[in-house]
């Protein structure tokens, strides 16, 4: 996703890129799906302000009984940017505390700051349901699907934690 800010940065015309990637996004730990993108650039003194709306659908497991789940996602994102003359890329800069992002005369590209946004977008904890039971840890058995013989749970006690069952807490 390839975007020249020139235009934006030398005659300060603002830019709208609107975006849908056809193809799946594959990240060694993330796969995501139906990829769009709205950015917006506008120029505020001798910066850019980017304003990344993205949305997909990511591919990923319940954290609890490893079923597959496609999960819909939205994230948004404001970044500053500053055009530095003879600078290829997009480089990331710490300027008195805050994140600066410089750039050249060379067509930058967004996917790194997307994929960023959706990452952060991502649920602490994936589940397919909100009541998953997850898998029994001795038979494997998945609880949602069909019952176990073992109690989780409430199940057999380790003899030696015994002694904490008749703690009053």
């Not at 609107?18 to 139906?34: M, Q």
């Not at 497991?61 to 530095?84: F, G, I, K, N, T």
């Amino acid at each position: 996703m390839l975007v020249n800010f020139t235009d934006s940065i030398h005659q300060g015309k603002p830019l709208v890129l609107t975006e849908r990637l056809e193809a799946p996004l594959v990240f060694p730990d993330l796969v995501l799906r139906a990829v769009a993108v709205v950015a917006r650039a506008q120029k505020a003194g001798s910066d850019l302000w980017l304003e990344l709306n993205a949305q997909a659908v990511a591919e990923l497991q319940c954290d609890r009984c490893l079923q597959a789940l496609a999960l819909p996602l939205a994230a948004s994102s404001r970044e500053r940017l500053r055009y530095v003359s003879g600078h290829s890329g997009l480089d990331l800069i710490d300027e008195a505390g805050a994140d600066l992002y410089v750039f050249g005369d060379a067509p930058v590209d967004l996917l790194p700051l997307v994929r960023q946004a959706l990452y952060l977008a991502l649920p602490d904890q994936a589940l397919c349901q909100s009541d998953c039971q997850g898998l029994c840890p001795t038979c494997g058995a998945d609880r949602n699907r069909q019952g176990c013989p073992h109690q989780w749970p409430g199940g057999p006690v380790d003899p030696r934690l015994a002694a904490l069952a008749e703690l009053n807490l």
